[in-house]
């Protein structure tokens, strides 16, 4: 197992002081360096967007791509692919995860591929100085919706469970016992985990007393049953005030979209039918250029 120290790089850090980035570098730094008893370190492989929350490449010594903004998880989708043996992270903001990138999230999800999205959830665009995002609640006032803004949060985690995400949780950069366990168990599932994480922004929305007044771990929760998962995702809707669980809400095992892609390429006769209607194809393109000349 490699020392925690190890993980350290010479890159300073420039997050603000109080920042919720710190509790998840911390954490993500302690599950890396357990892990890596029985995941060899060379095969961690963390991707990022573009925002505060990107900066966490700069500061863990692994093996680190940046990607544009809202493309991180296709970016990672592309390195599991390639090689399957890589444990991959991806780490992107709320803006960055369900605004820009909210489309590759949902497909990410459908497809189940093993990859783990931690979500830097603020609920502000904080480098760009506190435009609202998707999660902002309805009335937040910001740069870009001085007298507030008028629509309404959608909630991330019901989109995703909707979507076929096999692996649901939330954390809270407050609690960091629990924050470790949750991404511990989150890396590790083999699927596609989301961790859905309240990462707060003293600087352009400062949360901390509001969460820490609501929030409570979840406990006799099934996190096998798709309507247990359902309803206690849907308790809080990132907008009205209502008790806020933290914790795994759904896990599901099945084929990853790795094992399909090479289940497929192991299928003779599948091969075969492909070539068929290659053939096929090729028969008729040469009919009807032939009728051409």
């Excluded at 999660?135 to 919706?145: E, I, M, V, W, Y």
């Excluded at 400062?206 to 996190?223: A, C, E, Q």
Aim: with cysteine; proline share 3%.
């Amino acid at each position: 197992m490699i020392d925690i120290k190890n993980l350290d790089t010479y890159a300073k850090n420039t997050w603000c002081p109080g920042c919720g980035n710190f509790s998840i570098l911390n954490s993500i730094k302690s599950v890396i360096s357990e892990l890596s008893g029985q995941i060899p370190i060379e095969n961690f492989v963390i991707v990022s967007g573009i925002g505060c929350h990107a900066k966490i490449v700069d500061y863990i010594n692994v093996n680190s791509f940046y990607s544009l903004h809202g493309r991180a998880v296709p970016a990672a989708e592309g390195i599991k692919i390639a090689n399957p043996r890589l444990k991959v992270i991806v780490f992107a903001g709320d803006g960055d995860a369900y605004g820009e990138g909210l489309e590759h999230l949902i497909f990410a999800a459908k497809r189940n591929i093993d990859i783990t999205v931690i979500v830097h959830n603020n609920r502000v665009y904080g480098l760009t100085v506190g435009q609202c995002t998707p999660t902002s609640p309805l009335g937040f006032k910001g740069k870009s919706t001085p007298a507030g803004t008028v629509e309404i949060p959608f909630n991330p985690l019901h989109l995703l469970l909707s979507s076929g995400a096999t692996f649901i949780a939330r954390g809270y950069t407050h609690g960091i016992d629990l924050l470790k366990d949750i991404f511990k168990q989150a890396v590790l599932h083999k699927g596609f985990s989301i961790v859905d994480t309240l990462q707060v922004c003293v600087s352009f929305y400062n949360m901390y007393d509001y969460y820490s007044k609501r929030v409570y771990t979840l406990k006799d929760h099934n996190i096998y049953d798709y309507q247990s998962a359902l309803n206690k995702i849907k308790e809080w809707d990132y907008n009205t005030d209502s008790p806020i669980s933290l914790g795994v809400f759904y896990k599901k095992e099945t084929a990853t979209f790795e094992e399909n892609i090479v289940k497929n390429k192991n299928d003779v006769s599948g091969q075969r039918n492909i070539s068929k209607i290659i053939n096929e194809r090729q028969e008729i393109i040469k009919k009807i250029l032939a009728s051409l000349t």
